[in-house]
């Protein structure tokens, strides 16, 4: 360990440093900053940012932890090496790479990568892969397409209940329900298709799924599915070959930033459904998917676009309502007592792994029992970045939880006949330019308002309160793209790209 230690790079020594100081891990000479102290009496704690500090001070700190300590940070230098053979694969010249390499590249360089694909790895139940040493590492083909469903624990965190992984042949190479070991507080049954049944009497745990997939993934095989980011949260795993099949398929014409649901992908690739309006997810046959869209994406050639078809909002679909950012607390059907109406809930699979909040779908008869819902709500009426109408809305619960979530309408064009004068459709150009839009569009809407209200009409107090939330709303999302500006610049840094 001492060896790897002295020859690092200095971003993966000051990445030790500054994770042992998030972990308040002390070594002979106490934390970091007791460290500095004693070893620098010049400067002391004044310059306490490891990233600023030598590789001699760095590495000094680090020789005063014991080797178990020691053992702990090997997997930092895991994580760096399985990076580092990807980046070396993304400068190699294109015409010696192979098809699925091409596709692993592609994954690699969608500008989402460094976001979603930034794990906690060194935390201590979770599994980094280790690169194989043998130079085929990198010339593998093997590939094993994987799918997982999670349940929400009553502590707030999703936990894995079931996966299944296929190989490029279709075999099922695992399928196994997994115990989560504690208490869940919602199955999802309607989304996982799984209940308390299913799990009586397992014995799978997360650790025994992880070994399996050690296994399956050595010699350099490459991971597949679709948003995998989210199953390997949910394995506590982080792999260095993977292909995305949400990064690899895009909307012909159009930016990265829409990406296309899998069941749209089955459909306009493959020719089929892949399951039933209404009908829960099958896990084995979401891994056959993924995997299925990728050889037919070998098939056609690794960087051509395949076209899509847009998916629009279908009939069943507008008698239903999205209730997004619902605070963890508040359980999915206490919204009987925040939505009027009849309706049965949905609860939507976390796909950004955070723990406080969730969402959910309010199913209701038909669409006019769902506009006339969304109609009685009171919240100010908005326009999401694809157009939907949505409001927010606040509520007070009798349990004494308060607090607010967003109720949104499944189709730009549903409008109840009692609001303003339907618009014309976005078309998906304008629904995808995410960021470069955002804020010509506001500060055009900012323009006709500030215009209206000049012209003297009746509604000037309602256009100047509107003006003044949409250059808040403007100001906040400059503030929001800058942020993740810095965290991609942050995260390309300590990942060495």
Not at 127 to 152: G, H, P
Not at 215 to 234: C, E, F, P, W, Y
Not at 424 to 434: G, P, Q, T, Y
Request: proline content about 3%.
């Amino acid at each position: 360990m001492e060896s790897k230690l002295e020859s690092a790079k200095k971003e993966v020594l000051a990445e030790i440093v500054k994770m042992a100081q998030k972990r308040e891990m002390k070594g002979s000479k106490g934390g970091w900053k007791d460290f500095l102290r004693s070893y620098d009496k010049k400067l002391g704690v004044s310059l306490s940012d490891p990233s600023k500090r030598s590789i001699d001070v760095l590495l000094a700190f680090l020789k005063t932890f014991s080797e178990d300590d020691l053992k702990f940070f090997d997997k930092v230098f895991q994580c760096h090496s399985n990076r580092d053979a990807v980046e070396k694969l993304q400068k190699s010249s294109p015409d010696s790479e192979s098809a699925e390499q091409r596709l692993v590249r592609l994954t690699f360089e969608h500008p989402q990568y460094p976001i979603d694909y930034s794990f906690p790895s060194h935390e201590e139940d979770w599994l980094v892969t280790k690169r194989s040493k043998k130079s085929n590492f990198i010339q593998s083909k093997d590939m094993v397409a994987i799918d997982c469903e999670m349940v929400l624990c009553q502590d707030g965190t999703e936990a894995l209940v079931r996966i299944c992984a296929v190989d490029r042949n279709l075999e099922v190479k695992l399928n196994e329900f997994v115990n989560p070991n504690k208490p869940v507080a919602d199955y999802r049954t309607d989304i996982t298709g799984i209940t308390a049944g299913d799990l009586e009497g397992v014995s799978c745990s997360l650790a025994d799924v992880q070994t399996s997939l050690k296994k399956l993934l050595s010699h350099g095989t490459i991971l597949v599915g679709h948003s995998l980011h989210n199953d390997l949260r949910a394995l506590k795993m982080d792999h260095a070959r993977v292909i995305d099949t949400s990064y690899v398929f895009k909307y012909q014409g159009q930016t990265s930033n829409r990406r296309p649901s899998l069941s749209n992908l089955c459909k306009s690739v493959i020719g089929f459904d892949l399951r039933k309006i209404g009908s829960p997810h099958n896990c084995l046959d979401d891994a056959i998917t993924a995997m299925k869209l990728v050889l037919a994406k070998l098939e056609c050639g690794g960087d051509n676009i395949i076209p899509l078809v847009c998916e629009e909002a279908q009939e069943p679909e507008t008698s239903k309502l999205l209730v997004h950012r619902i605070p963890a607390a508040v359980h999915s059907q206490e919204l009987h007592k925040v939505i009027p109406g009849d309706f049965t809930v949905e609860v939507k699979a976390n796909k950004k792994g955070q723990a406080d909040k969730y969402s959910a779908f309010v199913n209701f008869k038909n669409q006019h029992e769902a506009n006339e819902a969304f109609d009685k709500l009171e919240g100010n009426q908005e326009k999401d970045i694809g157009g939907r109408p949505q409001k927010l809305v606040s509520f007070h619960l009798d349990s004494g939880v308060s607090g607010s979530c967003y109720v949104r309408k499944m189709d730009a064009n549903n409008y109840s006949k009692d609001k303003e004068v339907t618009p014309k459709k976005r078309s998906l150009e304008d629904e995808e330019a995410v960021v470069e839009s955002k804020k010509p569009r506001t500060e055009d809407q900012c323009t006709e308002l500030k215009e209206a209200a000049g012209a003297g009409c009746n509604q000037c107090e309602t256009y100047s309160m509107e003006i003044e939330k949409l250059k808040k709303d403007l100001s906040h999302r400059d503030e929001e793209i800058s942020a993740l500006n810095k965290i991609i610049v942050n995260l390309v840094r300590k990942q060495g790209f």
